[in-house]
């Protein structure tokens, strides 16, 4: 059975710009979780979609913004790159909230 | 509001010896809590759970993780540590007392490091 995949695995984007993050889930689940994990950061919650709708967000900003697809499959929009935005982007799927949550290998997200 | 808390930014250990890499938690409600493990430049992999029953969960790769209420900790344990094991464990917590709250809230990493 495939894993949660993500795509791509590397973006270098220029500051100003948008990048568009991508992840399919494991199939059958339903949830999927955005995490950024910046260096020396730790993972912070970006957000959380469940049966195609965003259930709760972390503290980042409006510029930071994603959906779900039908299919279950997710978006990860960050507008207006900032410097800082710099980081690994993890994409997790679980099947209910009770669950573990699965990762998928991440985007490496390079602003310059 | 939930927490969770890895008061040893790294530990270090010698292949052979027992390991333990230390978990705090604060929730409102009942904990469901998870330790992940992340090698260089890969997302993490799930290693245990406890949601709810024997206090001793057992999980991949011969880990294993004790639940205790009173002192709200999930202490990660390997009795005899591999050099592969070095990597960086996050333990999360995740609390559903409160609708569409729920997401896994994780603590900042022990990097764990097992000499030859």
């Known amino acids: 059975e495939a894993g949660v995949t993500q795509s791509p695995t590397h973006l270098i984007k220029t500051r100003g710009q948008q990048a568009t993050l991508r992840c399919s889930p494991i199939?059958?689940?339903?949830?999927v979780y955005w995490y950024q994990q910046a260096l020396g950061l730790g993972l912070q919650f970006l957000l959380w979609y469940d049966e195609g709708e965003e259930r709760n967000r972390g503290n980042f900003p409006p510029r930071f913004s994603g959906r779900q697809f039908p299919n279950y499959s997710s978006e990860l929009n960050v507008n207006a790159l900032e410097l800082e935005d710099s980081a690994l982007y993890l994409c997790?799927?679980?099947?209910?909230?009770?669950?573990?949550?699965?990762f998928g290998q991440g985007t490496r997200l390079t602003v310059v | 509001a939930q927490s969770v808390a890895q008061p040893e930014d790294q530990v270090n250990v010698a292949e052979g010896n027992p390991l333990t890499v230390k978990c705090t938690y604060s929730v409102s409600g009942n904990p469901y809590l998870f330790w992940y493990v992340q090698y260089p430049n890969r997302g993490l992999q799930f290693l245990l759970k406890y949601i709810t029953g024997d206090n001793l969960v057992k999980g991949s790769y011969g880990f294993e993780a004790e639940f205790n209420k009173s002192q709200t900790s999930f202490h990660l344990k390997k009795p005899s540590a591999l050099v592969s094991d070095s990597a960086l464990y996050f333990c999360?917590?995740?609390?559903?007392?409160?609708?569409?709250?729920?997401?896994?809230?994780f603590g900042t990493g022990t990097r764990l490091q097992v000499f030859p």
């Open positions: 199939s059958g689940h339903t949830s």
């Open positions: 999360a917590v995740r609390d559903i007392s409160r609708q569409n709250t729920d997401k896994l809230i």
């Open positions: 997790a799927s679980s099947l209910a909230s009770y669950t573990e949550a699965f």
